[in-house]
């Protein structure tokens, strides 16, 4: 029975909203829900309950059937608090099942600012028995985490996210967006307290500089000192505020990461320069202090938006899906509803100027869609009767009738959305060990300022704090942190709008040292629209009644071939038992026989049937006897002889791998130039063909679009799945295509090599400025104001390196 919303005597008794407990007297929590205030009982409840409808779940107090337990106020984060969320009807909105059996989850989270804090998370949750994987979209500050439920409960990873200060819900992308931009707000606050601050303390500051040791004398420099520090005040006590809660959070988790030192820093400044001020002697660097948390807030906000910036695609994904759809009924009749509620076999309308809220194929109407989010190409794309949309492409032209084939998470923009969340789920090799190096880093400088304190004490006792906060300041690893995630964000993005979705994050670092390219024929070199061409029915055989036959095998596939018989379907001609037997052809049952259609050798084992003429035949058989054979035609992609000899030209060797047969491989092999190339060939001699080339020390890409490719694909250096590959192929891909350029795999390369080089000039420069810097700070001819101003800078020049990859298309790659 669903529980109903607190009646008036319910009301009056005043039981928590949440947990149905009693509500103390003058309880500040509350909980607005459709327009009425409703009480709670503790924070706890708080935190759980606006956790719940900020994430867009508030269905779950409509259709309730029973209150949770009570969470215990003084753990709020306690896995009982976080309970509802193991509703088997809450979850189905936003846990998904995997492959092997488990399921996976992207959630939004609060309180990302650094890579720092990505790598907490991560290190974090891969601990816990149960999960899979874990990784941080930090453009988006989105994680994807996948676990085995028979293991640990889903309330357990919120649980743990909470207590180490990083609470997290399910993903939405309209709550997500608005939460960014409420918290883009906060950063823009925050820097514009910090920019006023700092700027009205150095007026303060300048004329104790230019006066020199004697100052401004009497009572001008108690009242500039006093008036620095009010000003100073609320930039460390507001401005710098997510540096104090990030260095709490990693001390509370025994770490060291980037906001130890920083915090460090900026209290040593404020806190030295308040108490010289209240004694009456000592240096006062409130400036310094003013300037640090500028500068350092200024670079985070750079970082920030441009990862945002690199990472945009993320949400755009998220949002392509409309959120309404206008459904017809049996009858026509129109009527609007959310789109999360269309299911296969649906008919909607689509007017122009709308966007496709599900994939499908159009039963009326021909129009233009653009389709340049999903493909990256700019040019809208003609659809007509027959034709397959994509569930947010744009309707540009005349309305559509369009029959629903996926819709909801199953629809292939919330696929790709699945396939960028799971590029994050490892570093590469470099930005491990670059994340190791920060980590270690920051335990270094905290004892290089420690050994530089207690030296200057011997040396000057007077000078000791200012030398080593000028050198804890200075030797900050913050570029350091930035140099990679910065770039890889960038490269992401830039792949993107070229029409390249990386899928795994290491392939970003295997794309520059490819040796070997190993392409498929149908649906790779070739476009995939197969069509039917000549028909050879052996005697006493009907050609109508062949070809529906045929027709109704391929029915059951994906494969391009599939297209080529969809026009000949009959209607009440169904196969039965269908298996697929990748790189042979397909068996089934009709009319009580066994028929194949397929390669020779798979059709009639017996027969010895030679085809009837050049190019790509397929035999239908019955119970092994020849019945009809069918010529298939497809046509070259416009710019496979162009990607190709760019391939070459970059000392990288190309070679055809194809299951189709000798002669139409040859012919295409010669077509373009490929001088290594085998037809005929079965998934498992893919396999062990790349098995041999990486045995013999190349590394090697893979690019295919069928079943048959999956393994070679698995096991590839690389695996590249074109735009029209099934979902087997797409899931086990490094990179996928989204258009239908081939050449979007050389723009890759170059973006490859880019990347690589963009960071290796990060790390050195990081790393660079640390070491030149270190040695004048220790000696002490570097005043904080420098040493603040030097490190703010090396993280901008960082930051603007990496910005280098997110130039326009038509410039030249960095």
Known sequence: MTAPHPSAAEAVAARCYHCGDRVPEDAPWTLTLDGAEQPLCCPGCEAVAH???????????????????????????????????????????????????????????????????????????????????????????????????????????????AAIGYPARPYEPDEAQRRLQREERRQVRRLIVAAVGMMQVAMFSIPFYLAGEDGLGGDFDTLFHWLAFALTTPVVLYSAQPFWQGAARDLRNRRLGMDVPVSLAIAGAYLASGWALFVGHGEVYFDSAAMFTFFLLFGRYLEVRARRHGGRHGNALAELLPLAATRLDERGTACLVPASELVADDRIRVKPGHGVPADGVIEEGASSLDESLLSGEALPVSRGVGDTVTGGSHNVESPLTVRVTRAGRDARAAQLLDLTDRAFAERPRIARQAARLAHHFVLQVLLVAAATGLAWSFIDPARAFWVTLSVLVVSCPCALALAMPTALTAAHGRLYRRGVLLTRADALETLPRLERVIFDKTGTLTTGDMTLGRRVILPSGDAGRLTALAA?????????????????????????????????????????????????????????????????????????????????????????????????????????LSGDGEAATQALAEALDIDEWRGGASPEDKLARLRELQAAGQRVAMVGDGIN?????????????????????????????????????????????????IIRQNLGWALAYNLLALPPAAMGWVPPWLAALGMSASSLVVVANALRLTRRPDEETP
């Open 51 to 161: 956790a719940i409808v900020d994430g867009g779940l508030a269905g779950y107090y409509r259709f309730r059937s029973e209150l949770p337990a009570r969470p215990d106020d003084r753990r709020a984060a306690d896995a009982e608090t976080w309970a509802v969320f193991d509703a088997p009807g809450l979850q189905a909105r936003f846990v998904h099942p995997d492959a092997d059996g488990g399921v996976h989850a992207t959630l939004a989270v609060e309180g990302i600012t650094c890579a720092a804090c990505a790598w907490l998370i991560e290190h974090r949750l891969n601990a816990l028995e149960g999960i899979t994987s874990s990784a941080v979209n930090l453009a988006q500050h989105r994680l994807r985490v996948a676990w085995d439920p028979d293991r640990i409960a889903f309330s357990r990873l919120l649980a743990e996210l």
């Open 709 to 757: 490719d999956v393994p070679v694909l698995a096991g590839a250096d690389l695996a590249v799945a074109m735009n029209g590959a099934t979902d087997l192929a797409r899931t086990r891909a490094d990179a996928v295509l989204l258009g239908s350029r081939l050449g979007r795999l050389v723009e890759a390369l170059e973006i490859g090599h880019a990347t690589r080089r």
């Open 552 to 656: 109704a095998l391929e029915a059951h596939s994906e494969h391009p071939i599939a297209h080529a018989f969809r026009p000949y379907r009959r209607p009440g001609l169904v196969a039965h038992d269908v298996v697929a037997r990748p790189g042979q052809g397909l068996e089934g049952r009709l009319d009580d026989r066994t028929w194949r259609l397929g390669t020779p050798g798979f059709a009639a084992p017996q027969a010895n049937s030679p085809p009837p003429g050049d190019g790509h035949w397929l035999l239908l058989a019955e119970d092994g006897e020849p019945r009809a054979w069918f010529a298939l035609h497809d046509r070259l992609r416009e710019d496979a002889a162009a990607t190709l000899d760019a391939l070459k030209a970059r000392g990288i060797a190309v070679e055809l």
